[in-house]
């Protein structure tokens, strides 16, 4: 302890009565050299100081959606439209004009977001098609299979399908 410091610590006691003042302890010379070098002893070894590293920061990418939520979505707005148009048309009706804007700006925000709904009724259909056939039914004045009714649309997520599409074909009629 310095000089000044052990005259402000006596002055200090001053301000008390005598039977309560503390009297100095009985510290050999050099006591506070030695406890600092204990002290940096016992410490660890400090790393020399270098600036953090700049890491950059990457935004989590949001789950995946699940894609049956996807199908089931798509197919909804799918059967939607179908009950706004007139049978055979892309017009809707009039009673369902107003509505039906705010449907199809709802379909392009789907489009938008990688959800593709194809309905292929009226179609040319072939073997190879990915689509679920439930029946076959033979059409006059049908030339060619062609899909008759779309009953589920083919739906895909980013170029993957995620729901194959469920059809009536019309074939030709054959002559008994």
């Known amino acids: 302890m310095s000089a000044l410091q052990s005259l402000v610590a006596a002055l200090r006691q001053l301000r008390y009565p005598e039977p309560f003042r503390i009297s ?24 020399a100081e270098s600036p ?23 197919t909804g707005l799918w059967r939607l439209r179908q009950r706004m148009v007139e ?12 509505a039906f804007r705010h449907m199809e700006s709802l379909m392009d925000v789907v489009r938008a977001a990688g959800l593709e709904v194809q309905d292929l009724t009226g179609a040319p259909f072939h073997s190879g098609m990915s689509l679920q056939v439930l029946a076959f039914q033979p059409t006059p004045g049908v030339q060619r299979e062609k899909v008759a009714e779309t009953i589920k649309p083919t739906i895909y997520f980013n170029g993957t399908m995620i729901q ?13």
């Open 52 to 74: 953090p590293a700049l890491v950059p920061v990457v935004p989590e990418a949001p789950p995946a959606p699940d894609p049956r939520w996807l199908a089931d979505l798509g």
């Open 164 to 176: 194959m599409g469920e059809v009536i074909v019309a074939t030709p009629e054959t002559p008994r």
């Open 87 to 98: 049978p055979g048309t892309d017009r809707p009706l009039d009673e369902m004009r107003r």
């Open 24 to 47: 100095e302890p009985p510290w050999p010379d050099g006591w506070e050299a030695a406890l600092a070098e204990a002290l940096a002893a016992a410490a660890p070894p400090r790393p």
